[in-house]
Structures are given as C-alpha cells and as structure tokens.
C-alpha cells in the first residue's frame, strides 16, 4: 500500500462516525483533515515543544523481517545487543546485563537492545516454553530494561513491536501523549504527557512499520 492508497481511504471515511484498520490509516485520515480544513497542517509541529535532548535508546522486540532489517542496518551506526531469550525466560539476569551494558556507552550515543529472532528460533522458543510464557517473559523483559534506562536518565526512546511497546508504556506508566512529527506512516514522535518522569520523547511501531533505517530516521525527529 502506498501514501496515495492511504490518502483516498481517508478522504472516504472522513465523514464516517467509525472505521476501523491498521494504524496507517491514521495518515490518511490526518491529510484529509487537513484539505479540507478541519485542522491546520502546523497542528503536528506545534506540539513538539522545546527539545528534550539527554541520551537516546532503542528497544527492539519485534521479530518481523522488517524489524530484523531494520536491527542489521542500525549495527553501521550504533552499538547494539542481542539478547538471549532462553536467559531471559531463565530468570532477571539477563535485563540487568543489558542495562549495564548500556550504562557502559549511553553516554557515547544512542544504543539498540534487541530481543527479535528468526522466525525459525521463535518457534523454537515457544515449542520448549509455550508461546505465551515466552512472549510474556520477553516482554516483561524489555519493560524491566525500559523502565532501567529511564531510570537512568534515558528520555528519548524507541520502541519496535506492539506488544514490547504496549509493555513499556504500560511499566513506565505514560498516560497519554502529544502527536508530534511523522516518521514514517502510522508512526509518530510521541511528547509524553502527564508523565511523573519528566519530558520524555518517544516512537512506538509495529513491527512491519517503517523503512530499514527506521532507527536512525527516528532519532534524528527526536532531539
């Protein structure tokens, strides 16, 4: 599907009390309030507010090819850690690992800690653990390291997956948020609000969401 696609759904269901579909559909529906003048085109920008600034995450719990992509081409440009999901469904030790080793160089720049696998090790995954009590375990994994490195002092973060994403928003306890500037279709920057944690810029995608320089298209939006 292409941004022109997106385009004539939202000029259609502009008018319609409900509809429903993937979260691209929100671009659409976004460009067609704006021809026809419901809302000002400047509305996005106007949220972002002063910038944030401070050190930059990435987290990735997503195992789409895309998001797999997306980890292959961020390794030219910034440090990044595999985790092991069978240490992971073992117990805490490896999400305090991978908070220290991001304490290690969060200051050198941004960083990405990955949980994705190959299709073929997530099934094998889950037929030794089940699928629900590998994909919780998981989760709650990256939240507890999500929740670390805000700890931290980390404020801009990124977050590929819905569920892992859904985890970490859920954790850190972020009741709503501005829509701020597109970074790709469907997924916007994120200004936190009503947050007890302080201005906090953020990205959350599904999976399949985004070209394959996704990560750094991101940072770049999220000063």
Do not use: Y
């Amino acid at each position: 599907m292409f941004d022109r696609d997106l385009e004539t759904i939202g000029a259609v269901a502009l008018d319609h009390r409900l509809s429903v579909g993937a979260s691209g559909i929100g671009l659409g529906l976004a460009r067609a309030l704006v021809a026809s003048g419901k809302v000002k085109a400047a509305a996005a920008g106007a949220v972002s507010g002063a910038p944030v600034g401070g050190p930059a995450a990435c987290l990735a719990g997503s195992c789409s090819q895309a998001t797999l992509a997306q980890i292959a081409t961020a390794e030219e440009t910034m440090p990044v850690l595999h985790l092991d999901p069978e240490q992971i469904i073992a117990g805490p030790a490896e999400a305090r690992r991978a908070l220290a080793w991001a304490s290690d160089r969060i200051t050198d720049g941004p960083i990405l800690i990955a949980s994705s696998s190959t299709p073929d090790q997530v099934s094998a995954l889950q037929s030794r653990h089940g699928r629900d009590a590998a994909g919780h375990a998981i989760e709650q994994a990256m939240a507890d390291i999500a929740e670390g490195l805000v700890r931290s002092g980390v404020r801009r973060l990124v977050v590929a997956g819905g569920e892992t994403s859904g985890a970490v928003v859920d954790r850190l306890g972020l009741p709503g948020f501005l829509v701020g500037e597109e970074i790709a279709a469907g997924v916007p920057v994120l200004r936190a609000v009503g947050s007890d944690k302080g201005e906090m810029l953020l990205a959350l995608k599904s999976g399949n969401f985004g070209g394959p320089e996704f990560f750094s298209d991101a940072l770049k939006l999220m000063r």
